[in-house]
């Protein structure tokens, strides 16, 4: 079965430290791509950082970066320097080639405060 | 250049009533998604159209939703005979190409349906 798994319902960080929000993955398909979409209280989604099955180096993009673990099957996404606009839910995604491309499974997000 | 765009931003109606949801996808994008979230959950897909090809409606969770895309442009979600369980964030996303797992989707503002 192909599966999100983020086991951080919510979590907190100081204003300026680094966060890591956790994502596991599951799924047969030897391609496939995994994203972080960031959805703030206004409720649209954002895409954040892309990281491809077969890239060899981490994705980064500014102050995010995806921690791409293939082995463990693990995409945590790492954010510097937080800041209080960073408070939102991030969701973990992961779009296999096999299913026809289509369909991109979400977690259940994991929601971030960040403290003044 | 434009967004998704989403309209209307809200929509409030009784139980029983049909509804017409609206979206603009990103010009040039071929591939057009809806998903639902309910309050505090994650994304459920509901349906996709890539170009003039039968859309994928494997999602829908009854036959009182349908959705159709003309034109290979803008799409509607019609949800008939509304049951207070409809009640969600209704989120449409587009892409530029499908058959790739670097795909990346971008979402809309979302229509926020309350059944009353």
């Known amino acids: 079965a192909q599966k999100i798994t983020q086991t951080q319902p919510g979590m907190f960080v100081q204003e300026k430290e680094a966060v890591t929000l956790d994502c596991t993955y599951d799924t047969s398909d030897p391609s496939y791509g995994l994203f972080w979409y960031k959805q703030p209280s206004s409720g649209e989604m954002i895409f954040l950082i892309y990281?491809?099955?077969?890239?060899?180096q981490n994705a980064t993009e500014g102050r995010y970066s995806l921690n791409f673990q293939k082995a463990r099957k693990s995409a945590n996404l790492v954010i510097s320097a937080s800041q209080l606009g960073d408070s939102a839910m991030y969701f973990c995604a992961m779009r296999p080639s096999n299913t026809g491309g289509f369909k991109t499974i979400f977690g259940a997000g994991t929601r971030l405060f960040v403290k003044a | 250049g434009a967004g998704v765009s989403q309209s209307p931003s809200n929509k409030v109606t009784e139980k029983g009533k049909d509804v017409e949801l609206r979206c603009d996808p990103i010009?040039?994008?071929?591939?057009l998604y809806w998903y639902r979230q309910s309050l505090g959950q994650g994304l459920e897909f509901l349906i996709y159209?890539?170009?003039?090809?039968?859309?994928?409606k494997s999602g829908l969770p009854s036959d009182r939703f349908s959705a159709e895309r003309t034109g290979g442009s803008v799409s509607t979600l019609t949800i008939q005979r509304t049951q207070q369980e409809d009640s969600a964030v209704y989120l449409c996303?587009?892409?530029?190409?499908?058959?790739?797992?670097?795909?990346?989707?971008?979402f809309g503002p979302g229509t926020r349906l309350t059944v009353l």
């Open positions: 990281q491809g099955s077969y890239d060899q």
């Open positions: 996303a587009s892409s530029l190409r499908l058959a790739d797992s670097t795909d990346t989707q971008y």
């Open positions: 159209f890539q170009g003039n090809s039968a859309p994928d």
């Open positions: 010009s040039g994008h071929t591939a």
